[in-house]
T-cell receptor
């Protein structure tokens, strides 16, 4: 167990809908990153939050947005869902930006 | 040129053998290097990290880093069927806000 918790574990949404995924970071960790993993691919970086501020963003459209709260937990929001958004969404927390990252169990999102 | 490259495999070894997994990276500014194990349908699990040139051993696992050759490897001694999984190589770079950049992963199968 990494101490990183994601919810929900599975989700089915309809194209065009909006979704919010949640992540509780490990105690003592101030950095949370989100990744999207399509089948057969490595995880792709979406964005990173450090002490409640966005600290880097990958090549994802603005309909992917996020937040980090004072307790360092985080949310990933995706608007106007597309079929290609179907993937495993992974949250990782780390003690600091340059230290090792530990993943939660992931959220499997299916868009139909 | 892909930032992090791995042979996709599958790599098949007999039980008890040494499994050797390789990874090359393109950014000379890469500062930290990670190996994650991912079982089918699960999230990545951190098994090794290495920051300096040379070898780092942890139980049956040895990570090797050669920054001059931009090469990092993972050796698994006394391979067990439970080691069968996809192994993801990842790097962090200061200039990219220390986001994790992953390879596509190598599928390892250990045959009893």
């Amino acid at each position: 167990e990494t101490g990183v918790t994601q919810s929900p574990t599975h989700l089915i949404k309809t194209r065009g809908q909006q979704v919010t995924l949640r992540c509780s970071s490990q105690s003592g960790h101030n950095t949370v990153s989100w990744y999207q993993q399509a089948l057969g691919q490595g995880p792709q970086f979406i964005f990173q939050y450090y002490r409640e501020e966005e600290n880097g963003r990958g090549n994802f459209p603005p309909r992917f947005s996020g937040l980090q709260f004072p307790n360092y937990s985080s949310e990933l929001n995706v608007n106007a869902l597309e079929l290609d958004d179907s993937a495993l969404y992974l949250c990782a927390s780390s003690r600091d930006v340059n230290t090792e990252a530990f993943f939660g169990q992931g959220t499997r999102l299916t868009v139909v | 040129q892909k930032e992090v490259e791995q042979n996709s495999g599958p790599l098949s070894v007999p039980e008890g053998a040494i499994a050797s997994l390789n990874c090359t990276y393109s950014d000379r500014g890469s500062q930290s290097f990670f190996w994650y194990r991912q079982y089918s349908g699960k999230s990545p699990e951190l098994i090794m990290f290495i920051y300096s040139n040379g070898d780092k051993e942890d139980g049956r696992f040895t990570a090797q880093l050669n920054k001059a050759s931009q090469y990092v490897s993972l050796l698994i001694r006394d391979s067990q069927p439970s080691d069968s999984a996809t192994y993801l190589c990842a790097v962090k770079v200061l200039s990219s806000n220390y986001k994790l950049t992953f390879g596509k992963g190598t599928l390892l199968t250990v045959n009893p």
